[in-house]
């Protein structure tokens, strides 16, 4: 069989990878994104005793290598809910531990995006008598979320290269579905470059929905004179 | 302001005797939890078998046209569920880097594992193996159009002073073998049978130092990529890995194992070889058992 043929032969499995190598991507970048945004407004408007430990986990998960997080959620945190009867799949696994890693990167973004703003748009929004939550959503976060954007992308397609680890712990996303196919079938370059290419395309499609949401936050907060 | 910060500094001190707690306790699981009772009692109490396998080594365990796992390992799998429940189909398998084999085993994610894993002492400090249910060979593949065609020319290389580098699946004693096949050739080692291949398809490597079994397989499937050197030496014992200390769950494995190679179940046994070495194997003689022949 060609080469063509053993892909389209193999669709359902390729199928099936790209969605697991989507889906936990997906869900980490969702999930990293929420949390990692409540986690960098904790890191500059919580008091020390909440500050500390989001300090501790950003600067550990940051600073540790990506498989050394995905092995400890997966073989450690997996084992110690195993005690109480809830089993962690690999993907769920897998999920878990790029959410956290997303979540750690986007906290510094949002903390460096909101420590940028100068201090005197808070005093303003105070002496014209708005409340914090006025003063945050109104005023300080839209602009954050300008300088967020084109990091948090960077972010974003890193979480979609980083499903790759995910193979490791045996979910059968694009790499690994790519391995099975070349043991049975040989052909590794060719294969390796179709998933290449599948992993570019989820990628620039990202970049793509970044920049246009990039160009609607910059068009409104010149609109409104804050940028 | 006073109780405030007094409440924070109780938070504060709850927080860290929760932690000290659980670093003191080693995180540990419950003790009444399902990690404590027997395997086999488990595995019936859940109603299926779950073992650990790969899914990227012909004819070990690999997907077959239509993505279904199939392979001389899984064939193993359906043996045991089998034996337990009387039902092949009973059994769900966990895929699994070869470097996760261990650790599964040790964390409770699978019950058993068969992976074409090599019975070693260092393992056996580690886990427990069943008896061997397949002696496997190394053996080395080249590429059809490569710069060696046997493995008289790679071994006359290498007499000559040029540099032979051979890949090899990583693994406890990789870098042993690879000296054992060809003294002084470089070993580069691979996470994955699949990357030994990719690294002599790209000439990363002149040789693959591969399973017998595999090569054979390639070299019939795709003679215009894969050769057959020639070589094959280093046998190793395949064995089904599990936790230790569960003597009932190592002696029901292996009087499972032994009965399906010898004895009354001989034809699953049998059939799974046939199926995926090309070899069909004798009825066991009748008298003294086979094993001790």
Known sequence: MSFIDTVFAATNSLLSGALNTILS?????????????????????????????????????????????????????????????IDLSPLISGIIALS??????????????????????TEAGKAIGLRFDQIFFKILFPQAAVHILPPWVNTATEMVKGSTL?????????????????????????????????????????????????????????????? | MKIKKSIQKIIVILLAVVTMGSVLTGCSAPANGTIGKPTLQKVLDRGHLIVGTGSTNVPWHFKDASGKLVGFDIEMGKIIATAIFGDPTK????????????????????DITFQFMT??????????????????????????????????????????????????????????????????AKD?????????????DSNRADAGAVDLSSIMWLASQQP????????????????????????????????????????ATYQLYNNAYAKYFGVQLPVPAIGKPAMFH
């Open chain 1, 25 to 85: 991507a997906l869900f980490a970048i969702i999930i990293g994104t929420i949390s990692g945004i409540l986690l960098g407004f904790l890191l500059c408007y919580a008091n020390r005793y909440f500050r500390f430990p989001v300090r501790l986990y950003v600067d550990i998960i940051r600073g540790i290598p990506g498989l050394v997080t995905l092995f400890s959620v997966y073989f450690f945190l997996g084992y110690f809910l195993q005690g109480y009867g």
């Open chain 1, 100 to 121: 956290a890693m997303c979540a750690a990167d986007v906290a510094e973004l949002t903390r460096g995006a909101l420590q940028s703003i100068p201090q005197g748009q």
């Open chain 1, 166 to 227: 995910l193979s490791l712990i045996g979910v059968s996303e694009l790499l690994l579905t790519a391995n099975q196919l070349v043991a049975t079938n040989g052909n590794a370059l060719s294969y390796y470059s179709l998933i290449g290419l599948i992993f570019f395309l989820l990628n620039s499609l990202i970049q793509f929905l970044g920049a246009r949401l990039e160009k609607r936050l910059t068009f409104f907060t010149r609109i409104k004179g804050d940028y």
């Open chain 2, 91 to 110: 059994v769900q398998f966990v895929e699994q880097s070869p470097d996760a084999r261990i650790p599964n085993l040790l964390t409770d994610k699978v």
């Open chain 2, 119 to 184: 019975i070693s002492p260092a393992r056996l400090q580690k886990v427990a193996f069943s008896i061997p249910y397949y002696t496997e060979g190394i053996g080395l593949i080249l590429p059809t159009g490569g710069k060696y065609k046997s493995f008289k020319e790679l071994e006359a290389a290498k007499a000559a002073g040029k540099d032979v580098t051979i890949a090899i699946l990583q693994n406890v004693d990789s870098a042993k073998s690879v000296q054992e096949i060809l003294k002084g």
């Open chain 2, 188 to 200: 580069d080692q691979y996470g994955d049978q699949g990357l030994v291949y990719q690294a002599i």
């Open chain 2, 224 to 263: 215009d990529k894969y050769i057959n050197s020639g070589y094959a030496g280093h046998p190793q014992n395949y064995g089904a890995a599990m936790r230790t200390g569960d003597q009932i769950w190592i002696n029901f494995i292996n009087g499972v194992l032994l009965d399906s190679m010898t004895g």
